[in-house]
T-cell receptor, first 116, second 109 residues
Framework: DSGVTQTPKHLITATGQRVTLRCSPR?????VYWYQQSLDQGLQFLIQ???????AKGNILERFSAQQFPDLHSELNLSSLELGDSALYFC???????????????FGPGTRLLVL | DAKTTQPPSMDCAEGRAANLPCNHS???????VYWYRQIHSQGPQYIIH???NNETNEMASLIITEDRKSSTLILPHATLRDTAVYYC??????????FGDGTTLTVKP
């Protein structure tokens, strides 16, 4: 158990809909990362937040957005869903995003999204 | 961002050491080398990381070459439960973590 929690575990929805995925980081961690993993593919970095502020952005679609709240939990919002958005979505957290410091990431169990 | 290159797959006999290589020739001086593994569709699991020196923990050893352009993850006594996809990544302080396709390690009885 990494200490990172994600809800829901599974989500089934229809094309065109909007969903929200939730992540609670490990106690004390300030950074939250979101990744997408499509079937039999590697992890694609989407976005990172550090202490409530966007820190880095990867291959995140404009239909997707995220935020980190004052209590440090994060939400990933996916809208106008398409069939190709079906994937595993992982959240990870780390202690700090300071320059020159290591950033060991601890991953949650993931949310499996199926768009029909 | 520094990129990594790993062989797509490797086999290892149970009980033997598994040596997983990774090339990261464009690594910068302040970038760490990290290893994670993912068993089936579970969340990736942190294994070990290092900057310059070799590192060892209860899971594995990490050997980083002197020029830092490559590294090797060593699982000293592989078990069937070590069958997984192993990712070598270089962490920048910009926070962008590029996971490649990793190496699928299959431990065989």
């Amino acid at each position: 158990d990494s200490g990172v929690t994600q809800t829901p575990k599974h989500l089934i929805t229809a094309t065109g809909q909007r969903v929200t995925l939730r992540c609670s980081p490990r106690s004390g961690d300030l950074s939250v990362y979101w990744y997408q993993q499509s079937l039999d593919q590697g992890l694609q970095f989407l976005i990172q937040y550090y202490n409530g502020e966007e820190r880095a952005k990867g291959n995140i679609l404009e239909r997707f957005s995220a935020q980190q709240f004052p209590d440090l939990h994060s939400e990933l919002n996916l809208s106008s869903l398409e069939l190709g958005d079906s994937a595993l979505y992982f959240c990870a957290s780390s202690v700090d995003a300071g320059a020159g410091l290591d950033e060991t990431q601890y991953f949650g169990p993931g949310t499996r999204l199926l768009v029909l | 961002d520094a990129k990594t290159t790993q062989p797509p797959s490797m086999d290892c006999a149970e009980g033997r050491a598994a040596n997983l290589p990774c090339n990261h020739s464009t690594i910068s001086g302040n970038e760490y080398v990290y290893w994670y593994r993912q068993i089936h569709s579970q969340g990736p699991q942190y294994i070990i990381h290092g900057l310059k020196n070799n590192e060892t923990n209860e899971m594995a050893s990490l050997i980083i070459t002197e020029d830092r352009k490559s590294s090797t993850l060593i699982l000293p006594h592989a078990t069937l439960r070590d069958t997984a996809v192993y990712y070598c990544i270089v962490n920048t302080n910009a926070g962008k973590s590029t996971f490649g396709d990793g190496t699928t390690l299959t431990v065989k009885p």
